[in-house]
């Protein structure tokens, strides 16, 4: 076992590194990092495997819509091997105001870094703070970290997995495909769409994966005939922050947040979230007009 000196996002980590290959350090087996951090994750077409932690525990309404965890609440942790028997770690932890500081404090101790700190919604209540995550180093390790720091709130433990289908969704999904050119995928009542920026994004000399949170997220959550609540966040270059703003504007969606979420980056992305309960009739050609500004 060696110690060695791995800069990331900024700062130094001192991380561990064996020559060995264990199992958790295979890229093709994350048995280790799975029960480090106290659940199975889920491996993206992008190589990642993420990790969900849906608040399943929180009863959050906005504007008289009772959130459900897919739409707004749903913490995740992404690893990506970088070699070496490392990897490059992000996440977003979805916490009430008196988690936050005991989380921080357990991850920061041990290398895990935030890397933002702030509201993605406005007018919810309770208040929900968003965390944002980075790590590099050995992933069983951070992964026990990060499993510990969960300890310190209330997320529910993993649920068991079922094979059961998913229930059909009230909304016109095939219609929301169409509109927005893009296919998304029912989760916990929710219809979530991901939309990859055309363009790599980079971070100490690894490509960032459009699952790692680069990539501009679409929720709609049923609340009627016909309508539907939305949030998310867009993912802007500069040059296109303004146009995004107008687009969402012009049709009545509310602008929630403007922000980073990482640290580092290049090229700089900024993070727009938004919020609206509407026609879907109305809202996706709305929020079509909102990525064609996205080149």
Known sequence: MSLRLLTYAGASLLVCSSPAVSQGNRTDDWTAVNNAIGRAGTRQPDGVMKYSFPRGDLDVSLDGVKIKPALALGSWVAFKRTGAGNAMVMGDLVLVG???????????????????????????????????????????????????????????????????????????????????????????????????????????????????????????????????????????????????????????????????HMVGENPRLYFMHFWSNDSVAKLAPALRAALNQIK
């Open 98 to 260: 008196d988690e936050v500081q005991p989380v921080i404090a357990a991850l920061e101790e041990f290398g895990v870094h935030p890397t933002a700190v702030h509201n993605h919604l406005l007018g919810e209540s309770p208040r929900i703070v968003y965390v944002h995550i980075a790590a590099a180093g050995e992933p069983v390790r951070i992964a026990g970290v990060i499993g510990a720091a969960f300890g310190k709130t209330k997320t529910p433990a993993a649920a068991a997995s079922a094979a059961t289908p998913a229930p059909a969704i009230d909304l016109d999904t095939a219609f929301i495909h169409r509109t927005l050119g893009y296919a998304g995928k029912v989760n916990g009542g929710v219809y979530q769409v991901s939309v990859p920026r055309p363009d790599k994004i980079r971070m100490g000399g690894e490509i960032i994966p459009p699952s790692m949170g680069v990539s501009t997220a679409i929720n709609f959550q049923p609340t009627g005939p016909g309508r539907a609540a939305i949030t998310g966040d867009f993912v802007m270059e500069t040059k296109e922050v303004d146009q995004v703003v107008r687009a969402l504007r012009i049709n009545g969606i509310r602008i929630t947040a403007l922000h980073s």
